[in-house]
């Protein structure tokens, strides 16, 4: 495969419409894997590295829907959900676990290569990168940035910071974070989860001039 070649994996099992669209798409330079079944579509996304997935939601052995819900437990691609049903409840639900994008059959070719193009093009963090404004969180190389500028963390730093991203949107009393971050046989008080959010604040927060960890006082910590 070509370097400069973006990989696309379209999940389809109604094959007149995928025959149309690897046509399309490889006249536009994407390489093309083609899969009909869900189950298979998810291990083929799982063990390969696509650019963006095309995704139906009717399919057999395993809905679109819940082979995105299972894909999102792990990595990130982009994907566009393509379905003959267009009912608010689908794209609510697609959007909801996670899907980049929405397009329902018959569509327009031009559209779907116009959103195909926009989804492929945020490229400047990797798959699995967890993402929060600028701030940018990789779990497997445990590597954290901001507007693409490496934060030097330590594993506790690291590990405090990763375990927050990840649970976006939620707040997380100091004694979770503790058992989560330190372990439960921890010894020493909550005053350590303060002190390392502390340490992150010095490093991201006031280099930055943002405000990406908040206080919710009397609770715990979030990352919004
Ligand atoms: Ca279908």
Known sequence: MAEDKKS????????QISRFLQLELEHENYTCTICADGRE????????EFDLIILDVMLPSLNGIEVLR?????????????????????KVTGLDIGANDYMTKPFAIEELL????????KKM????????????????????????????????????LLYLMQHRNIVV???????????????????????????????????????????????GYVIR
Not at 8 to 15: H, K, N, P, T
Not at 41 to 48: E, H, Q
Not at 132 to 153: E, F, H, M, Q, T
């Open 8 to 15: 696309i994996l379209v999940v389809e099992d109604e094959a």
């Open 41 to 48: 579509a998810l291990s083929t996304a799982l063990d390969n």
């Open 70 to 90: 299972r894909l999102r437990q792990v990595k990130q691609t982009p994907v566009i959900i393509l379905t003959a049903r267009d009912q608010v409840v689908d």
């Open 114 to 121: 116009a959103r195909i193009r926009l989804h492929t093009k």
């Open 125 to 160: 963090s990797r798959a699995n990168d967890l993402v929060c404004g600028k701030l940018s969180v990789n779990p497997d190389a445990r590597v954290a940035s901001y507007d693409g500028k490496n934060i030097d963390l330590t594993k506790k730093e690291f590990d405090l």
């Open 173 to 219: 009393s100091r004694e979770k974070l503790l058992d989560e971050v330190w372990g439960f046989d921890f010894y020493g008080s909550t005053n350590v989860v303060d002190v390392y959010v502390r340490y992150l604040r010095s490093k991201i927060d006031s280099v930055y001039k943002v405000e990406i960890i908040e206080t919710v006082r009397g609770t």
